[in-house]
């Protein structure tokens, strides 16, 4: 429920925000899993902080926890390591 009433106030005060939820649903119901042009996915990390190497991750398909009150840091370099993978790893 806490995080419905933040992403509720975020559409209001967050232009952007709401663009950003508009194009996820366009991606998901109108080009979807299946078009063979396109492949596209959401990456969502927590709040970014910045560390000089690379340190261990785990990927999840979908949250964990709240979000918003229960965030974890992920490393800017976590998130372009990932990202790499995703362009040059098939299994991914």
Not at 3 to 22: F, G, K, S
């Amino acid at each position: 429920m806490s995080q419905r009433v933040v992403i509720t106030i975020l559409r209001a005060l967050l232009p952007p925000n709401v663009d950003n939820e508009r194009a996820a649903v366009l991606l998901r119901t109108q080009i979807g899993k299946n078009d063979k042009h396109i492949e596209w996915v959401a990456i969502r990390p927590d709040a970014l902080c910045d560390e000089n190497k690379l340190p261990f991750y785990k990927v999840h398909a979908s949250p964990i926890r709240n979000a918003i009150f229960i965030s974890d840091a992920t490393s800017t370099i976590n998130v372009a390591s990932f990202m790499t993978e995703l362009i040059s790893n098939e299994n991914i």
